[in-house]
């Protein structure tokens, strides 16, 4: 909350990037110890501390350009009179690039990471960083002449012509004949290629076995080149700190538009043309958008920064006119000076609102479930962790614990598929699955039973045929039969054995029945004519063995049933979603956990991050939760 008078607003450094560097201050000691030209602007309190002007442009200056030296090996001249750009701002627009890339880099292998800058400025501060702390490639323009040699002058000095190139154009220009000149596109065409070699070399070297999933994937990038070149854009993203002031007197009454607003700590900088500009920021960045829309076929990205809150709704409002496939705004926060990055794009499977700020997501108000006392028997918070814990590790979640004390649990949370969705259609399912379980089982132990009343069956039919001889002569054919399908015999041919010889063969018959009790005459018959046989004289029974002397029958269909319904199980259970792992899978969802005791009732928070389930997604597994609590199924 802001105070009055002399302390101005808090400091916002708890809200910066958390890559950022600068959200810990560098030691002025430090500096002051290594570099004269600081030293030499800096004060000492009776505590012996460090203290800096920051009313005094050239102590800014010595600032800049010393922590770019320590921090980034950068060496920069900054002309006096021009702008001194704030690390902490600059790096926060950076990393915000930086997480929106990321998500290109999730539809898109080739991304190469080559930007544009518009007004670069004297210390050229977004290529010389992007170049050094992120490896990007950058096109640069400026329109002032001071600015334009400064530039290059920074680059030349750091030996980075080879990753960034400036441009000298007419004042007001922005993308047009930019982004479209042959010579930049032939300079970009010649960077990605090298880009590309580059990286195929890397790959190629042989480097052990760990690199062969690296090498598969590079291999299918060559075979897909031809596809995916028509939908390659050519630059990945552009950038700009346009002039926010339509007029010198807006300069000095922008402090007075806000009450208790206090004196800025640090003086401003920069001359008229870099922070005024006809119309002011609002003017400059409705350019941008109107000629966006025309080179979207080039760019994938579009950024910018904005300065004054005041501006944003009219410039959304501008941007609705050119209807892009997705926008995020977002916040930059560092010392008591926040400022706004807006991004849009038209290629429509970048969902840019799954990046947010720090600051977005603390002030995201979380979904709350208090957890009653009557479920759990030990009502303490690692109790309750078990439980929720437990609902998380069936949804197949990946879960990170941060914080986990006697009275407070904090995780976060991501997601990759939406396993909380169809919980009542999959209980559905998996009762139904252990019906048919159960009902398969039934059928085994019924076919073993039959399988013995088949053997007692045969017995008695073989004691039978003494009384039948018509029966016992066609029988004996068919065993014949049977046995030239196991091995080679002497052909047979049909005719009326002595009562004897009958009664051995259907003795020895039998014995073979009783070691392969599941193997059938007719099994055989089919397995070597393709084609059924006509039944044994004992499937035929009498009425008295009524449902023994069709099992055969019923055996081999049950079989066949029973196969087919494993091969549809397994490949149902190969269907099944899986733990996912970080790589290579959208994560859907984000969010955290806090599981915390106040009050004498537990309570479970759940707050959004980010991911393409939204909002909605965070709800609905929410009301899953809800349910295990008052109708669990886990």
Known sequence: MATKGKGGPPKLNQFMHPRNPYRTPPSFKKLATQYPEFRTHCTYDLSGKVRLDFKNCDALRALTTCLLDQDFGLKVDIPDGRLVPTLPLRLNYLLWIEDLMALTARIDHKCTRIGVDIGTGSACIYPLLAAKQFGWSMLCTEADEV???????????????????IRKVQENTIFKHILDDKTNLSEIAALQAKEASVEEESLEKPQGSQDSPRKAEMELGKNEKKDMESSNYTFDFTMCNPPFFSSEDDTYTMNKSKKDRGEPVSVPTGAVQEIVTSGGEVSFITQMIEESSQLKDKVRIFTTLIGTKADIKKIKQVLATVSPAHSSLTEFCQGRTMRWGLAWTFDPKLHLNQVMSKKQMANSKPMVMLLPRSLLTAYTVPAAWRMVAKWLHYLKVKVRVFKNT???????????????LHQRRKKREIDRRNKEKMHRTKESDDMEIVGEGETLCKSKLVESDEEHPDIMEYNTVNQNEAHSIEEPVEKQQPQKRSKDECEGEDQEESSHERKKPKISSEELNQSANGSEEKPTPYQISSPNDSGIGNSPDKEICSSSDFLRQISEKLHKEKEEPHVPQAGGLECILRFNIHLKQAGGLISLELTYLGGSAGKNGLGQLLLFMRNQLTNPTI
């Open 406 to 420: 006697k009275y407070f649990v904090g995780a976060h949370v991501k997601a990759y598929k939406p396993t909380w």
């Open 147 to 165: 600015n334009y040699a400064s530039a290059v002058n920074n680059v030349k000095k750091n030996d980075m012509q080879d990753e960034i190139f």
